[in-house]
């Protein structure tokens, strides 16, 4: 039986501690509940100092992978891997802004286009009548112009989630979630929208729900981008009034 850990590589053992417990852990040779060997044991497997091991768990228990439990029978317990752990770096990307707009609108093009398009051709009945719903509390906000921007704008985002929902693909669900839940630290910066575009934008929803009812995945694809498309151009217009 082929060993669980083996001695670190010496020339970067922190990291190399941290990815063997963590590939132990994806590959599922450690699975959710088992526990780690005990400090001693795991530091003379992995032939390496209490303190660099140490870090290492601290490090992998900050990543979700691992609970560190202290007193008698404690020790370090395997947690099961989540979608937020997996969108972990790309929140935090998001909140700091370290993604231009250019690249969020770009990534959004090519995600959204396509979860629609799946959408179009894999929606139930039930599907489809919550997107009717959905659509319909975009349409109530919509026709109150600016005032109700912000209750607009999350019915706007449940429509996105519930098109990536339909795809039943945990990674774009995932994926598109953790962008959505986040984007509107750009909308403090850069979106600036009157009654015209409130209503623009609740006619490209409109017509992508369509393009879905109606079976036409390409159409819905290439609804979805203009959409996408549109609403950056939007924050691009601010964004030149604000330099």
């Known amino acids: 039986m082929e060993p669980l850990f083996r001695a670190t590589r010496q020339n970067r053992i922190f990291r190399d501690v941290v990815d063997q417990i963590q590939d132990a852990i994806i590959d599922g040779r450690l699975k959710t509940g088992d526990k780690l060997p005990a400090e001693r044991e795991l530091k003379d497997l992995l032939k390496t100092s209490r303190s660099t091991l140490r870090e290492a768990l ?36 998001i909140r700091s802004q370290k993604i231009s707009l250019t690249h969020l609108a770009d990534f959004r093009e090519g995600v959204e286009g396509e979860v629609v398009a799946i959408a179009a051709r894999t929606a139930s009945d039930h599907n489809l009548r919550e997107l009717e719903r959905l659509l319909n509390k975009a ?10 921007l912000e209750e607009f704008l999350k019915a706007d ?68 981008r203009q959409h996408v498309r549109r609403f950056y151009e939007y924050m691009y217009q601010h964004q030149a009034v604000l330099q």
């Open 157 to 224: 985002k449940d429509l996105h989630l519930a098109f990536a929902s339909i795809t039943g693909n945990l990674v774009y669900i995932s994926v598109l979630q953790t962008i959505h839940n986040n984007i509107y630290r750009y909308y403090d910066h850069y979106l600036s929208m009157k009654d015209r575009e409130i209503k623009e934008n609740y006619q490209d929803l409109k017509a992508i729900v369509d393009a879905v009812k109606h079976r036409r995945p390409e159409t819905a694809r290439k609804l979805a």
């Open 139 to 148: 349409r109530t906000y919509a026709e109150q112009g600016p005032s109700q």
């Open 58 to 93: 601290r490090v992998l228990e900050q990543k979700g992978l691992i609970e560190i439990k202290l007193g008698v029978g404690g020790g370090s317990v395997v947690r099961s891997v989540s979608p937020d752990q997996v969108t972990e770096s790309l929140d935090l990307l």
